[in-house]
């Protein structure tokens, strides 16, 4: 809380107070999405949230997190790319930041390709492991004293549009400000327009959710932290298909119809062809049961 006893003529704004977080693991702008973005010109993007790592020696990046506001069966395969670069500061302070003027480095590296399920499921709150873009191993080693950049980035290779979760929900005029009447760099929410990263384009309040997991040892995103990448193939398909997962044991498959009815149900389906050659074809929907939750998937029918 903050209280001044100088006497204005609106004594009632005298006080200001606010609240935070403290954590030792992650890395946010934001509490939780209040809004949803995407470019006014095309349906390719790469938003970012810069962080600054003053004690980063000993520290790894293991995962980042974002949000997909409409990350429904119509982004069913969309690929998403994620990526961490290091800097140290906008040196010619233009306001962008690239590899020429700044020597932004991109350091980590993780993809990950929307099932449609994440909205339902996650309110398309997706977290990724990262990996070292040299080696291809995770985590990712960080460094005192660096601004560290943290995007997500959409090549558009399906028609819908993809919308990111963010938030306005956080008040940042006073960062805005020291910009723009003190001359000191700004370092905030990003959006790249053509090579550079824009340090304005999102304006002053506008923060996307992308948040940036570390730990303080060398072992990469857990498990129970990590999203399930369940396969169905063949899909679409004639007569039968398969469940592949990477890691969920799965305990149990439904499948439902176009009107959510529930038409099969099989239990302990490892390594089980699935046989549907008697249903006519159509849209179907799968809930892949393991022993963390559930996961959906669509399936086609095409005969």
């Given amino acids: 809380l903050l209280t001044s006893d100088s006497l204005d003529q609106q004594p009632d704004d ?3 107070s606010w609240e935070f977080e403290i954590t030792d693991s992650v890395y946010a702008k934001e509490f939780d999405p209040t809004i949803a973005i995407e470019p006014i010109a095309n349906n390719d993007f790469e938003y970012g949230n810069v962080f600054f790592i003053p004690n980063g ?11 997909i506001a409409n990350a429904d069966d ?49 309110n398309g709150i997706i977290t990724v492991p990262i990996v070292n873009t040299n ?10 004293k660096f601004y560290y950049l943290v995007t997500v980035q959409n090549i558009s290779n399906i028609s819908a ?25 700004r370092y905030a929410g990003v959006e790249k327009i053509n090579e550079d990263f824009d340090l304005f384009s999102l304006g002053f309040e506008t923060v996307p959710l992308i948040r940036l997991n570390i ?6 995103v857990s498990e129970s932290e990590r999203q399930p990448i369940v396969s169905i193939s063949p899909n679409p398909t004639a007569d039968f298909f398969e469940v592949r997962s990477d890691w969920m044991n799965i305990t149990k498959v439904e499948l439902y119809d176009a009107s959510a009815k529930l038409i099969r ?6 390594g089980q062809i699935f046989d549907i050659s008697d249903l006519p074809k159509g849209g179907y929907f799968l809930k892949i049961f393991g022993e963390r939750g559930w996961i959906g998937e669509q399936l086609i029918i095409m005969k």
Avoid: C
Avoid at 95 to 120: H, M, P, Q, S
Avoid at 135 to 143: A, D, Q
Avoid at 161 to 185: E, V
Avoid at 215 to 220: A, L, P
């Fill in 14 to 16: 005298n006080s200001l």
């Fill in 161 to 185: 549009p993809t919308k990111m979760h963010a938030s306005q929900s956080l008040d940042y005029l006073a960062m805005w400000f020291r910009q723009d009447s003190l001359g000191s760099p």
């Fill in 57 to 67: 020696n000993d520290h790894f990046a293991t995962s980042v997190t974002f949000g």
């Fill in 215 to 220: 730990s303080s040892s060398t072992t990469s």
């Fill in 74 to 122: 119509k982004l069913a395969r969309q690929q998403l790319n994620i990526r961490i670069y290091k800097f140290s500061a906008d040196q010619n302070e233009d306001g962008f930041l690239n590899e020429t003027d700044d020597d932004l480095k991109e350091i980590g590296v993780g993809t990950y390709e929307l099932n449609g399920t994440e909205k339902r499921l996650s």
């Fill in 135 to 144: 080696s291809f191993e995770g985590p990712v080693r960080l460094e005192d």
């Fill in 265 to 270: 149900n099989w239990d302990r389906p490892f």
